[in-house]
C-alpha cells in the first residue's frame, strides 16, 4: 500500500490527462560510447540496430548523444556507418563525450553527422532534439544561445511535443537548465526524453516528466539494449534486452 501511495503522490505534480490517440512506437539509443579502443560498444550498438530492424511495429529512432566515447572523427564514422544499417530513420543529437576538448561545442560532431539538433512531426506528435553541452573545457551540460534560439523558433504551440537531449534538465547536470524548463513549460510538453545516467529513472523537471534511458551497453549483463516507446492515449517506455522480450517500466498518462 505504501508503494501504491508513493507513486500517486510522485505523479501528482504532473498534473496528468487522459486523451485518445492512434498508438505508434518509436526505439530510442542512448550512451552507445564508440570507440575504436573497445569494439565490444559497436557489436553492442550493431546488435540494437538488428533487433529494431527485426520489429516492423517501430516508426523511428531517436538517438540522445554520447555517440562516441572520445568525440574522435573515427569512432563517430564507425557509429554513422552501423546506424545506417537501420531500415528506418533516426534523429541525433549529441551528448557530451562527443564534445573534443579542443573544440567549441559539437563541431567534430556535425562534421560527421551533418548536424546536432532536429525537429520533426510524426503521428501529429512534435519530436525536437537539441545538443546540452558541455561548453569549453567544462564538465556541467549548457545550452547554447543558438540552442536556445531554435527551440523557441521550432516550438509548435499546436503540438504536442517531446524534447530530446542528452543532460537531464537538473541542478549539477545543466548550468542553466530553468530557463529551458521555463520556456518548456509554456508549451504542450509532454516529457522530456535523456541519457547521460545509463539507467532508467523518471524524474520531474519542473512539473514536465524526465524521461532518462539506459545505454545501449552491455556493461556487466551478458548483451546491451535499448528503449522502446507505446504512444496512444498513454505513454509507456520498455526495455529491450536484446533476445528478451520488452519489459514495461513505466506507464504515465498523456495531458491533452
Request: hydrophobic share 40%; aromatic share 12%.
Amino acid at each position: 500500500m505504501r508503494k501504491i501511495l508513493y507513486i500517486f503522490l510522485f505523479l501528482l505534480p504532473f498534473q496528468f490527462t487522459v486523451f485518445a490517440a492512434k498508438p505508434f512506437r518509436f526505439a530510442l539509443f542512448t550512451d552507445l560510447h564508440i570507440s575504436v579502443y573497445n569494439p565490444q560498444n559497436a557489436e553492442d550498438l550493431k546488435l540494437a540496430v538488428n533487433d529494431v530492424n527485426a520489429d516492423d511495429k517501430i516508426e523511428f529512432v531517436l538517438i540522445t548523444g554520447d555517440v562516441s566515447d572520445l568525440g574522435d572523427t573515427t569512432s563517430l564514422k564507425i557509429a554513422k556507418d552501423l546506424l545506417y544499417g537501420l531500415k528506418i530513420p533516426y534523429y541525433i543529437t549529441s551528448g557530451n563525450h562527443d564534445t573534443k576538448p579542443d573544440e567549441i561545442g559539437s563541431a567534430n560532431f556535425i562534421r560527421v553527422f551533418g548536424a546536432d539538433k532536429f525537429s520533426f512531426i510524426s503521428n501529429d506528435y512534435q519530436f525536437l532534439g537539441f545538443p546540452t553541452g558541455p561548453e569549453k573545457g567544462g564538465n556541467i551540460g549548457h545550452i547554447d544561445a543558438e540552442d536556445f534560439n531554435f527551440v523557441k523558433s521550432v516550438l509548435d504551440k499546436n503540438k504536442p511535443t517531446f524534447i530530446i537531449t542528452h543532460y537531464p534538465l537538473l541542478k549539477g547536470d545543466l548550468d542553466n537548465y530553468m530557463g529551458m524548463t521555463d520556456l518548456l513549460k509554456k508549451y504542450n510538453v509532454k516529457a522530456v526524453l535523456n541519457g547521460h545516467y545509463h539507467r532508467n529513472v523518471l524524474l520531474n523537471y519542473d512539473g514536465i516528466p524526465g524521461i532518462v534511458n539506459r545505454s545501449t551497453l552491455r556493461a556487466t549483463q551478458k548483451v546491451g539494449g535499448y528503449s522502446i516507446y507505446l504512444i496512444s492515449d498513454s505513454l509507456k517506455v520498455s526495455e529491450k534486452i536484446i533476445g528478451l522480450p520488452e519489459r514495461i517500466w513505466l506507464a504515465l498518462p498523456l495531458q491533452n
